[in-house]
């Protein structure tokens, strides 16, 4: 059974920092480019950042660079993002999702999602 969990959101002040984790099973984890995606209250889901299978490649969109890092453990089947300098805007729910880079298909997985709330 195909499953990605994630965990770490919670409410937390500006500036502060936070940590997301998503743990895959049910599938070859090495095989997934892995993306951490966020949907804001009211507005649509955009990408957070990308990273490739190999923990080689990396990138975000331009309102977290420097502050939002993410990687993988492939051994234990994670991906993280870590959240720095957190800001209200962003606020939102956040979701992982696995891309298969071998299929011949477009095949992916979506987590669940896990609040993050940046509140004073």
């Known amino acids: 059974q195909v499953q990605l969990v994630e965990s770490g959101g919670g409410l937390v002040q500006p500036g502060g920092s936070l940590r997301l984790s998503c743990v895959a099973s049910?599938?070859?984890?090495?095989?997934?480019?892995m993306t951490w995606y966020r949907q804001p209250p009211g507005k649509e889901r955009e990408l957070v950042a990308t990273i490739s299978t190999t923990d080689s490649h990396a990138t975000y969109v331009d309102s977290v660079k420097g502050r939002f890092t993410i990687s993988r453990d492939n051994a234990k089947k994670t991906v993280y993002l870590q959240m720095n300098s957190l800001k209200p805007e962003d606020t939102a729910v956040y979701y992982c999702?696995?891309?298969?880079?071998?299929?011949?298909?477009?095949?992916?997985?979506w987590g669940q999602g896990t609040q993050v709330t940046v509140s004073s």
């Open positions: 999702q696995a891309v298969n880079v071998l299929a011949s298909f477009r095949e992916e997985f």
């Open positions: 049910g599938f070859t984890f090495t095989n997934y480019r």
